[in-house]
């Protein structure tokens, strides 16, 4: 199974992984590729407790298949993760209904616009954890990230986008 998910961050663009911090969870493994292995449960292991929301214009064709490629990678299964498209009303939307953390995406520009209320562009928004505040005193921490479309064709963008689900990933572990 971790070279099924080795082979989804190199279709990334991910070609090296090197862990800071291992988590408790991880266990040792052959030497061959553990590091990217250990990276590999941690995502795993710490994002099958969550749920994800993902915010943007859904995504076809190559962006589809990266993005199915992004739920392989973190692990997450149909029960954990949902799309949720821009036209939503997002005073409709609750936390998970079991407590566990929730976590969100937004996939380009306009996205990140509409669920946060910022108004700088993308680029000022990545690497910062922002709000979409539901109007139910429930803030859900938001990540910006490039539209799908836009990181299909660039390695460069599959690299940026892998940092953006790792700071997604690590904002669970601090709730």
């Excluded at 991880?26 to 990217?36: F, R, W, Y």
């Excluded at 000022?124 to 479309?149: F, H, K, M, W, Y």
């Amino acid at each position: 199974m971790s070279n099924l998910h080795a082979s989804y961050l190199k279709e990334m663009g991910i070609t090296e992984w090197v862990t800071r911090e291992p988590g408790p969870c991880v266990s040792p493994t052959p030497a061959t590729n553990s590091t990217e292995d250990n990276a590999i449960s941690q995502t795993v292991e710490s994002s099958a407790r969550a749920h994800w929301w993902f915010f943007g214009a859904k995504p076809q064709g190559e962006a589809q298949l990266l993005f199915q490629n992004i739920i392989r990678v973190l692990g997450l299964s149909s029960q954990e993760w949902s799309w949720k498209l821009l036209s939503d009303d997002l005073s409709k939307l609750t936390m998970s209904e079991d407590g566990a953390p929730v976590v969100a995406l937004a996939f380009g520009g306009p996205a990140v616009q509409k669920v946060t209320g910022e108004r700088d562009p993308l680029p000022q928004l990545r690497e910062t954890i922002l709000a979409l505040n539901t109007g139910n005193d429930d803030e859900i921490p938001v990540v910006a990230s490039q539209d799908l479309a836009q990181v299909v064709g660039n390695p460069k963008e599959k690299a940026l986008l892998w940092q953006d689900l790792l700071l997604a990933k690590s904002v669970l572990q601090n709730t």
